[in-house]
């Protein structure tokens, strides 16, 4: 019933209701291509309703969200408990959905020989503990991804090695162009990619991880993929949140809805990250 067509008549001037009127969302840049992909559907299947993406690194995002500046936030994370508080002094908890799980991909130019890499080599090649004669590069110093690595690797990745650059964009084609270096950047970035910098990720190759705590396969290395994602075998990921404070059934709360219904989870699905929940698929056999 939420998502039938209202009235014009019916609600104020102004006001966004599930499926239609304007209301901006607070994006991580990193998930660019996949939220461009679901408000493309989303408004093809609704005319009337105008999405609005701001596209920020995490800790700007953040800034803005705790502010009150705008009550939508889609990120890589749920909030932690001092952040969460912060919103229920206010009397705004958000509503929390996960609706995609990303990978984290490590990339080498296509003329590497290097393409297998466990789990503690990441963790050491981060902190500086093993020698390595590569550049190794990554988005903004303000990313979710930055986040993610420090904690996966307990460091400020402060070595002379580790440089940030300004996008996954820019990572991958440093990488395409550079012999010497590994790159950082979310999987969304290397399937389907735009023409301005497909060209680029031809040129890259994908680097198998090996997880030797994984108890089911301590020595195999796999390859980010909806499979390895599904079956926990890729040891390199994190979930896509969307956080609303808004407080009212509008257009963030029908977008939300969008993403985690059978539709936006077969964009999810056709992008090449795992959907949080697999659509299913019904089969008629017959002699």
């Given at each position: ?36 992909q679901q408000a493309y559907v989303f408004k093809a299947l609704y005319p ?111 070595q002379k090695n580790i440089y940030a650059l300004k996008s996954n964009k820019d990572v991958i084609t440093y990488v ?112």
């Amino acid at each position: 019933m939420a998502t039938c067509r209202q009235q014009p008549t019916l609600r104020a001037k102004g006001e966004d209701t599930f499926i239609t009127g304007k209301a901006q969302f607070l994006a991580d840049e990193s998930f660019e291509p996949i939220l461009e992909q679901q408000a493309y559907v989303f408004k093809a299947l609704y005319p009337e309703a105008k999405p609005q993406f701001i596209y920020k690194s995490e800790n700007d995002l953040l800034r803005l969200f705790l502010n009150d500046s705008i009550r939508v936030a889609i990120m890589s994370r749920d909030l932690k408990p001092n952040e969460l508080q912060i919103l229920k002094n206010r009397n705004l908890a958000p509503a929390v959905n996960r609706f995609a799980i990303d990978a984290i991909v490590l990339i080498v130019n296509e003329k590497s020989a290097d393409t297998l890499i466990t789990v503690n080599q990441i963790k050491q090649m981060l902190s500086g503990k093993i020698n390595t004669d590569k550049n190794i590069v990554f988005d903004n110093p303000n990313s979710s991804l930055v986040r993610y690595l420090k904690d996966f690797s307990g460091n400020e990745l402060k070595q002379k090695n580790i440089y940030a650059l300004k996008s996954n964009k820019d990572v991958i084609t440093y990488v395409s162009e550079h012999p010497n270096s590994i790159g950082i950047v979310g999987f969304s970035w290397l399937d389907d990619p735009d023409k301005d910098y497909a060209d680029a990720v031809s040129k890259v190759k994908v680097v198998g991880v090996r997880d030797e705590n994984n108890d089911k396969a301590p020595t195999e290395y796999f390859k980010p993929s909806q499979e390895t994602l599904a079956l926990k075998q890729y040891p390199l990921s994190r979930g896509l949140y969307i956080l609303d404070s808004s407080g009212k059934m509008g257009l963030a709360a029908g977008f939300a809805a969008f993403m985690k219904s059978d539709k936006g989870q077969r964009i999810i699905l056709k992008s090449g990250l795992l959907p949080d929940s697999i659509p299913q698929r019904e089969m008629i056999l017959k002699k």
